[in-house]
């Protein structure tokens, strides 16, 4: 598998998860009939958070996949890489969406995205250098 296989294989894998919690976020609105916004309902926008936490952070990491792949990073790292943010976002989103407050994978998730997004920077940085 090349580098920029194994990136596509985990972007691919992001983009699902983003339509599926997408879709999660159009299952409330139709069980609330509210068309934009959230109303007053707690589900909704704990779906709505969810999304765009995974845009917020799958999106960056996605873009540091290709430009890893670009620079010829190792496919072991980019494989590390793209399976710890997958992890990561999947406990995040499975955290978030099961209480609205503190979560085990809520923490987890956000930690191991932000060490994965800045080892991925800082890798970028130094095949510049």
Request: avoid cysteine.
């Amino acid at each position: 598998m090349t580098a920029f296989e194994t990136a596509g294989l985990y972007v691919g894998l992001q983009l699902i998860l983003t339509i599926v919690l997408a879709f999660n976020v159009t299952l409330n609105r139709q069980r609330t009939a509210v068309s934009l916004g959230i109303g007053e309902d707690q589900k909704l926008e704990q779906a709505t958070r969810v999304h765009a936490n995974q845009i917020e952070h799958g999106v960056p990491g996605m873009a540091g996949l290709i430009a890893l792949a670009l620079v010829e990073t190792s496919t072991l790292l980019l494989h590390g890489l793209g399976i710890a943010l997958l992890i990561a976002r999947l406990l995040h989103a499975q955290g978030l969406m099961s209480v609205p407050g503190r979560s085990f994978g809520r923490l987890v998730g956000t930690l191991v995205s932000w060490l994965t997004l800045l080892a991925m920077g800082v890798l970028l940085i130094i095949a510049a250098l």
